[in-house]
């Protein structure tokens, strides 16, 4: 028996990045078996429940992207089961993951945005909000789904006439848009990881996707995309990238593990979006983080384990 009791890796799910979740949960799964823990792989389905109920010592790390593996509502069932678990709460899993909520609470760098849901996008008509959009924030613009991860939904708009297309394209993946000022420069993510010492943010990766934008298929397609890690920016640049990954979790009150996206631009770095369940696959961006600040993926994952079993020793002592 593992002295981490058994881990129940979560992955899949029913959002639309259901593979992507599945390919990080075989990932996190087997790295954390060849260290010799004991590892139970479940979906989120009617079984769940009654795995948890039948395994006393478990302790779970969710890799669910998108939905409700990352909206809050998985991490509060769990909290209601009494189950420990790897990453930020439910409440906190919350505010990340809208970025209608997450990018105005931050006091960081950032893009103007406007929130716009599909009802009054409708009943105000795509002319007159399109003219006050542009107006605003000029172009080019990003428009993308509040709710969505994978840059699924995401579009990059240079002309107004466009606009009302790329919102359709959004609300596909639900009921609110944002659209936000596009911010050019060098795209690099950083992982912030907390195993009991304080916050800590791993080497940047830089972004260079084949096609210039960095899509659904440049993220999960081996060869679309190069990462560059540490990424090739100066050490003034990197320290304030760092500085603006660790703001944005503390900010937003996030435990153990996030990734902020970040565009380098003319003025300096500018928060994009945040994910406290990051990709795990092959071409994700976290191990390579882990790989290049010197430290061994399935040790790290370990270590966020046993200090999410600890938390919930302490509450059950508490």
Known sequence: MSELGTIVVLAGGLSHERDVSLRSGRRVAQALRDRGHTVVEADVNAGLAGLLAATPDAVVFPVLHGGDGEDGSLREVLDLFGVPYVGSTGPASQRAFDKSICTPLLDVPKPVQVALPNSVFRELGARALVEA??????????????????????????????????????????????????????????????????????????????????????????????????????????????????????????????????????????????????????????????????????????????????????????
């Open 133 to 318: 959009i542009v107006q605003r924030l000029g172009l080019p613009l990003m428009v993308k789904p509040n709710r969505s991860g994978s840059a699924l939904g995401c579009t990059k708009v240079t002309a107004a006439e466009a606009l009302p297309g790329a919102m359709v394209a959004a609300y596909a993946y639900g009921e609110m848009a944002v659209v936000e000022e596009f911010i050019e420069g060098t795209e690099v993510a950083v992982t912030v990881v907390d195993t009991g010492d304080g916050p800590r943010a791993l080497p940047a990766v830089e972004i260079r996707p084949r096609s210039g934008v960095y899509d659904y298929t440049a993220r999960y397609t081996a060869g679309e995309t190069r990462f560059i890690c540490p990424a090739e920016l100066d050490d003034d640049a990197a320290a304030a990238c760092a500085s603006v990954a660790l703001r944005v979790h503390e900010q937003l009150g996030l435990r153990d593990l996030s990734r902020t996206d970040i565009i380098v631009g003319a003025n300096g770095p500018v928060f994009i979006e945040t994910n406290v369940s990051p990709g795990m696959t092959e071409t994700s961006l976290v191990p390579l983080a882990v790989e290049a600040a010197g430290l061994y993926f399935g040790e790290l994952c370990a270590s966020l384990v046993r200090q999410a079993a600890e938390r919930g020793a302490s509450s059950v002592r508490d």
